[in-house]
């Protein structure tokens, strides 16, 4: 299934308490823990089959504290306190999430930086998304117990749940969450248990993911084997991190708090920090420096004796670009020359990334009102290109930045 970036424009009653979302004429409740968007980064947790707002517990409250970033969570149409869902449900509904209704939700809360964090149901919605939604805000996912094709241990759960539902254990527990405990249970349970859903497989998605991911899982896990966490392992094109948990069930954020949120917190500073944008660029002579020390941390992830392929996905390489292309001219200078020193002499990628600093120092020379300045740097940034054979290299086009060059050396003739 492909999904369009056609976010709709959404009416929200409003982001304060008593948490109303409103999406065209559906009304889900939802929860906000730490920094308003426009403020920090923002993890934005999906839950599970059965889950809901509440039934994240203290676990966004010590993710917010830990990371410094927001927290939202809502409960997806059916769950919670949100409106109820129209079954049964299709059941392709987790696409559906994905592709129609997540969107919107990012949209509505104003989100510029954001990463996905879904539990089973949840991470599989937040892998969809990943792999079908264009988001440019996205920076990573979080998955925990993931689902991507239809297990018989899972199977066998959740008709286990089924019996425990109609006998009235289960459902006194969900009544307590979800003001339609049936119409969560049943949308779920029949969805699952229809014959037709042995064949569910949404595999595919995961070959088009291009954002770092975190994998999750317990050992024990009652509704899924590691198989699934193999998926992301063999056919993820972006980075993938595992994190398996011994004497860990199907909900390692219960199971296992503490080790999750640690892992989960240092893989969100990882991969947020390479979007981290000063207050303002520094242009020297007309306005403040920067603290001394602010791009250490960034800087740090460049070292001497790492592999090409390790400075093309490091944290400072990436904020490079990032501060290239954001207009933050000096700042880029100052995290991309630890990656040209620590790449090998002589060779392509060293004289790219001279390149980027002298593309980046032309344009701060523009800033500085010094237009000779930066028609030299040009020259020599076109020089350092005529040494690159490769039509891509770390990840750049060099076509397009040969005619970006150009564009700016017009600019000031």
């Given at each position: 299934m492909s999904c369009a970036s056609n976010w709709a424009q959404v009416a929200i009653d409003s982001m304060l308490p008593p948490g109303r979302l409103g999406l065209g004429s559906t009304v889900l409740e939802y929860a906000t823990w730490g920094p308003a968007p426009a403020d920090a980064p923002t993890i934005v947790l999906l839950h599970e089959g059965?889950?809901?707002?509440?039934?994240?517990r203290d676990f966004p409250q010590r993710l917010s504290e830990m990371t410094?970033?927001?927290?939202?969570?809502?409960?997806?149409?059916?769950?919670?306190?949100s409106d109820a869902a129209q079954l049964p449900r299709p059941l392709n509904y987790m696409s559906l999430e994905a592709c129609e209704v997540l969107p919107q939700v990012l949209q509505a809360i104003g989100s510029q930086r954001h990463i996905l964090l879904g539990h089973s149901d949840g991470a599989s919605i937040a892998s969809i998304y990943a792999g079908r939604v264009h988001d440019e805000h996205l920076q990573a996912i979080v998955t925990m117990a993931p689902h991507f094709f239809t297990e018989d241990?899972?199977?066998?759960?959740?008709?286990h749940a089924k019996l425990a539902?109609?006998?009235?254990?289960?459902?006194?527990?969900?009544?307590?969450?979800?003001?339609?405990p049936d119409n969560a249970f049943w949308g779920w349970n029949d969805s699952w248990?229809?014959?037709?859903?042995?064949?569910?497989?949404?595999?595919?998605v995961v070959?088009?993911?291009?954002?770092?991911?975190?994998?999750?899982?317990?050992?024990?896990?009652?509704?899924?084997?590691?198989?699934?966490?193999?998926?992301?392992?063999?056919?993820?094109?972006?980075?993938?991190?595992?994190?398996?948990?011994?004497?860990?069930?199907?909900?390692?954020?219960?199971?296992?708090?503490?080790?999750?949120l640690t892992r989960v917190s240092a893989f969100c500073h990882q991969h947020m920090a390479s979007f981290t944008t000063p207050h303002h660029a520094y242009i020297p002579g007309h306005n403040q420096r920067h603290p001394e020390g602010w791009f250490d941390d960034?800087?740090?992830?460049?070292?001497?004796?790492?592999?090409?392929?390790?400075?093309?996905?490091?944290?400072?390489?990436?904020?490079?670009?990032?501060?290239?292309?954001?207009?933050f001219y000096w700042e880029a200078h100052e995290v991309l020359e630890p990656v040209w020193m620590a790449l090998p002499e002589p060779s392509a990628e060293r004289q790219l990334v001279q390149a980027l600093i002298q593309f980046a120092n032309a344009q701060l020379k523009i800033q500085m009102h010094r237009p000779k300045a930066a028609l030299r740097l040009c020259q020599m940034v076109r020089h350092h290109l005529t040494k690159i054979r490769s039509p891509v290299l770390m990840g750049v086009n060099i076509g397009t930045l040969r005619e970006r060059v150009s564009t700016v050396q017009k600019s000031i003739k």
């Open positions: 059965l889950g809901c707002v509440a039934l994240w410094g970033f927001g927290v939202f969570a809502f409960s997806r149409r059916g769950y919670g306190q241990i899972a199977l066998r759960e959740i008709a539902y109609e006998n009235g254990t289960l459902k006194a527990g969900l009544s307590r969450y979800h003001k339609d248990l229809h014959p037709d859903y042995k064949a569910w497989d949404i595999r595919d070959d088009t993911i291009r954002v770092p991911v975190l994998a999750i899982q317990g050992e024990q896990d009652q509704y899924g084997t590691l198989d699934q966490i193999a998926v992301l392992q063999k056919r993820c094109q972006s980075s993938v991190d595992t994190f398996i948990l011994d004497s860990c069930r199907h909900a390692p954020y219960i199971d296992q708090a503490d080790q999750v960034i800087c740090h992830t460049a070292r001497a004796g790492m592999s090409v392929d390790e400075l093309t996905e490091s944290i400072a390489f990436q904020t490079g670009q990032h501060y290239l292309e954001s207009g």
